[in-house]
């Protein structure tokens, strides 16, 4: 594929926490063969994964650009080494597993908070221009701990931006829904079980938004360059229904009905009516504004204020995917 010409990735270095994950290596294989950074740094604690990913053919063309850093988001120490002379950083490293989080929440406290600060305090001292975190629907009214871990780093990171003083870094979010086939997703679990004929259902009702992972890949990118510092920027995706979902995977499967598991919402919402008051909605996104005077409201001034009461969830979405839609994403 034809490189880009003009891009901030371009003779800069690029680091993304989490590297080796499914968001990482989409990540890491759209920038190293469409753009020309001068280092992609894969920051992560698995060694083992670290080494897979170094010998598949798309990385391994690109071992002199590549590098491969072990740590712990935990680690503000290692941190701080690794960020140092580093460009532009995407922060994608979190445990994510509701029902694991739920029975050890000190966990993901230490990782998904605790390492937010890390990230943010390891930025500012080493004067990185620009940190994207990836954020979840689940962070917007959470009821699982997950979720309200991602809400605390969500604050983090935007109010980062009022204390990041003469360092320059700017911060920001990106919020969105369930990844197609990603590890640990619906759609994984759903082909396992169409082996025994029985796909499980949660309720019949239960809506989700869905992005491919190469959308939510290249919205992250987009938004590097449009980014002023605060924003939580949230894609316009589609909805889809969980029965359509259970037909697209296999139709041939019958259904049963489990139950919502503890932690578990019926529909997902990523921008509440509280939110709405802030956002601003561009042509393929809402950007929630930060709540702060620091903020200019002149900033993505081509944007539209949406109404008092707007909010915007996985039932009420205006796009919804058919079921050959979803067949043909899976």
């Not at 445990?95 to 694991?100: D, G």
């Not at 909805?239 to 932690?263: E, F, H, Y």
Request: hydrophobic fraction near 40%; glycine fraction near 6%.
């Amino acid at each position: 594929m034809k490189k880009s010409k003009k891009h901030i990735f371009n003779d800069k270095i690029v680091l993304i926490t989490g590297g080796t994950g499914s968001f990482g290596k989409k990540f890491s294989k759209i920038v190293l063969e469409e753009y020309s950074p001068k280092k992609l740094i894969i920051f992560s604690r698995d060694e083992l994964k670290q080494f897979e990913m170094a010998q598949m053919p798309e990385f391994k063309k690109h071992e002199e650009t590549i590098r491969y850093f072990i740590g712990d988001v935990r680690d503000k120490e290692r941190l701080m080494r690794a960020f140092h002379g580093v460009d532009y950083v995407v922060h994608a490293a979190a445990l994510k597993q509701v029902p694991a989080m739920e029975y050890n929440p000190t966990e993901a406290i230490k990782t998904n908070i605790n390492g937010a600060m890390n990230v943010i305090d390891a930025a500012i001292a080493n004067k990185v221009k620009k940190v994207i975190a990836l954020s979840t629907d689940k962070a917007c009214n959470p009821i699982n701990l997950y979720g309200a871990t991602k809400l605390c780093s969500d604050k983090l990171f935007v109010a980062a931006n009022a204390y990041s003083g003469d360092s320059g870094t700017s911060f920001a979010v990106v919020r969105y829904g369930n990844v197609v086939g990603s590890r640990g997703s619906v759609v994984p679990f759903f082909k396992e079980k169409a082996k025994e004929g029985i796909l499980p259902i949660t309720d019949k009702r239960m809506t989700r938004f869905w992005i491919t992972l190469e959308q939510g890949v290249r919205f992250v990118i987009n938004n590097f360059e449009r980014m002023r510092g605060g924003e939580i920027f949230v894609p316009k995706i589609p909805s889809m229904n969980i029965m359509d979902l259970a037909k697209a995977v296999a139709s041939n499967c019958k259904t049963q009905v489990v139950g919502i598991r503890p932690g578990e919402k019926l529909h997902e919402l990523m921008i509440s009516v509280d939110d709405a008051r802030y956002a601003k909605e561009l042509d393929d996104c809402y950007v929630i504004q930060p709540a702060f005077q620091w903020w200019s409201r002149d900033n993505h001034s081509t944007g539209r204020s949406v109404s008092d009461d707007f909010s915007y969830s996985s039932d009420t979405n205006d796009q919804w995917l058919t079921i050959a839609q979803l067949r043909e994403m899976i």
